[in-house]
């Protein structure tokens, strides 16, 4: 089994059918695509063309209708679900558009849950927790609870604790739908740096230009095809 080396996240003939009563409504029609770890791409398209669909396949989150998933040469979802739910905890880093962080928890706590559930000793997540909380540069709201905290500021805990294990891949899901241009711009920039600084690979899907011509490479997804944009 893979564990360290990842470096490729494959999709090979994606198809995906929702159903409505019994008639299938296909969604993705046969999506290949080739992501490498160290390099950011951005999936567009027009609202409802399948965007987060396709995300949730690419990130073990749902399963195709047919088609494969593979990390390297590894295939998730012929993975049983333990291994395939460890694998997603430790090579996947999810960034949605609505953050989802615990309400009842700080912001430290948020973020440290992710490595106290792999095992990791408290201290040393702290010591992480705070490491990433300096380059979010919010240091000093490490005991505010969400709700104290702007919505900016709630996505730059989110990015936190989706890098906090090291992934190799950060799946990011509109990241800045819900935020002003000048937090946006703040968000995508933190995002990058999970490439830059750490070297992930980026996989970041939006409808704002100015969000997705930041990644180095743009797909398009329409009827259910992707292409280059
Ligand atoms: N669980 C589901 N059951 C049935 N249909 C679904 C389900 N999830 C998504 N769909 C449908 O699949 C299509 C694609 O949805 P998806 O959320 O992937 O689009 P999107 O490109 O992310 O849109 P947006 O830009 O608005 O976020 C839509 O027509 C949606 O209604
Ligand atoms: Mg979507």
């Keep these: 089994m893979i564990e360290d080396g990842v470096d490729k996240l494959i999709a090979n003939m994606v198809c995906k ?3 409505q009563g019994d008639k299938a409504m296909p969604v993705l029609n046969g999506v290949s695509v080739e992501f490498e770890k160290g390099k950011t791409y951005a999936i567009t398209g027009v609202s409802g063309s399948g965007k987060s669909t396709l995300l949730h396949i690419l990130g073990g989150l749902d399963v195709p209708t047919s088609g494969t998933v593979l990390l390297n040469d590894l295939d998730i ?20 558009q609505f ?13 440290i849950v992710v ?10 997540c702290i010591a992480r927790a705070e ?17 104290q905290l702007s ?15 090291k992934p190799c891949f950060l799946l990011a899901d509109e990241p800045t739908g819900n935020l002003d241009k000048q937090n946006a711009q703040t968000v995508v920039d933190l995002i990058l740096r999970a490439q830059s600084d750490w070297g992930m690979g980026v996989i970041l899907c939006s409808h704002d230009p100015d969000v997705y011509n930041k990644m180095g490479m743009v797909y398009n997804l329409h009827d259910g095809i992707l292409t280059i944009k």
Excluded: C, W
């Excluded at 490491?131 to 709700?147: A, F, H, Q, T, W």
């Design 17 to 19: 059918d929702f159903f």
């Design 77 to 96: 979802y012929s993975l049983k679900a333990s291994a395939k739910e460890r694998i997603l905890n430790q090579r996947f880093g999810f960034v949605f």
């Design 99 to 111: 953050h989802y962080l615990i309400k009842e928890l700080t912001v430290l706590e948020n973020i």
């Design 115 to 124: 490595g106290l559930i792999k095992g990791q000793a408290r201290k040393e």
């Design 131 to 147: 490491e990433l909380l300096v380059e979010m540069g919010l240091p000093d709201k490490r005991n505010n609870y969400p709700s």
């Design 151 to 165: 919505g900016g500021q709630q996505q730059r805990v989110a990015i936190a604790r989706a890098v906090f294990n």
